[in-house]
């Protein structure tokens, strides 16, 4: 087994690979002067299984082209079997035609990698109006999730907790999360006006008074859905507020809205790299290619 990435998640990939006891070999990935793309294997892959780990961020667009450019190449030098590790796979929030004419780029990226790769495994990908990757993939895919990580953490290292899931679809993980770790949940309910203008309602009432509620999400972008159910947490007398996500993408000043909503602590899973990433989920990839 030969495991490479394209420059993101390249210390999740060396993991895996030692874990695996693999080899890692680095691709180069580059543009010659006139700006077409370039990427070169250092391996004889013939034969091989080539896993490529790579999470789509940052540049989600660039990381699209390198993971075909490095399928397909991997294919045409005679690997037997291509996997992607995606432990952060973008495109998957337009998964409708939102507005007449826009593209559903979930499925697009979908149909390449289907043809691309023998398996896609990826890490809480946002499953909305999907219900499964078999909506999205028709190739091998394997669902992987942080849901036990998350509750292991907070049980290890928040006393007198209280989870909330701050919009309908987060009750995937928020309730796992809260039975995981023995405490009690609720779900809000979020109205989206714009990718800055959210609001949230508690329908559940759960004790916040006095507790140290911790916000879980699966992904933090503008950090609004975050800051509003964080207001919320603390009209209602919360101690502290931790807000916790798988994928981290903290876009423009996601930290300081938080922050100036009552967010104490912000604690996320490295799919993304990021200085708040707490949470390893390289064994959990390694358990998956096991399979
Ligand atoms: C959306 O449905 C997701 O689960 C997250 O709640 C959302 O992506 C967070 O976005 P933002 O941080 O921009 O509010």
């Known amino acids: 087994m030969i495991i490479t990435s394209c420059g993101n998640s390249e210390k999740i990939a060396k993991g895996i690979a030692k874990q695996l006891k693999a080899k890692y070999s680095p691709l180069t990935i580059g543009a010659f002067p006139d700006g077409d793309f370039y990427l070169r294997f250092h391996e004889n892959l013939k034969g091989q299984e080539v896993v490529i780990v790579q999470g789509f961020q940052p540049s989600p667009d660039m990381s699209f082209f390198d993971v075909i450019f490095a399928g397909e190449t991997a294919r045409d030098l005679g690997a037997k079997r291509v996997v992607l590790v995606a432990p952060y796979l973008a495109y998957m929030r337009q998964d409708k035609r939102f507005h007449p004419g826009e593209a559903i780029s979930s499925k697009i990226m979908g149909k390449h990698f289907s043809s691309t790769f023998d398996e896609v495994i990826t890490i809480d990908p946002h499953l909305h109006r999907y219900k499964s990757l078999n909506e999205v993939f028709s190739?091998?895919?394997?669902?992987?999730?942080?849901?036990?990580?998350?509750?292991?953490?907070?049980?290890?290292?928040?006393?007198?907790?209280?989870?909330?899931?701050?919009?309908?679809?987060?009750?995937?993980?928020?309730?796992?999360?809260?039975?995981?770790?023995?405490?009690?949940?609720?779900?809000?309910?979020?109205?989206?006006?714009?990718?800055?203008?959210?609001?949230?309602?508690?329908?559940?009432?759960?004790?916040?008074?006095g507790k140290n509620v911790v916000i879980v999400d699966d992904i933090i972008s503008t950090g609004h859905t975050i800051a509003e159910a964080a207001k919320l947490a603390k009209a209602q007398g919360a101690k502290t507020i931790t807000a916790m996500c798988v994928h981290g993408l903290f876009a423009d000043d996601a930290l300081k809205i938080m922050k100036k909503a009552g967010v104490f602590k912000v604690v996320s899973t490295n799919t993304i790299g990021h200085s708040t990433n707490a949470i390893d989920v390289t064994e959990l990839c390694v358990q998956a290619l096991k399979k």
């Open 139 to 209: 190739c091998k895919t394997q669902c992987l999730t942080t849901n036990g990580l998350i509750g292991d953490w907070v049980k290890k290292r928040v006393r007198n907790a209280v989870i909330i899931g701050p919009d309908g679809e987060s009750y995937q993980w928020a309730e796992v999360i809260a039975k995981h770790a023995g405490v009690e949940c609720t779900v809000l309910h979020k109205t989206r006006f714009s990718s800055s203008h959210v609001a949230v309602k508690q329908l559940k009432p759960v004790e916040i008074k």
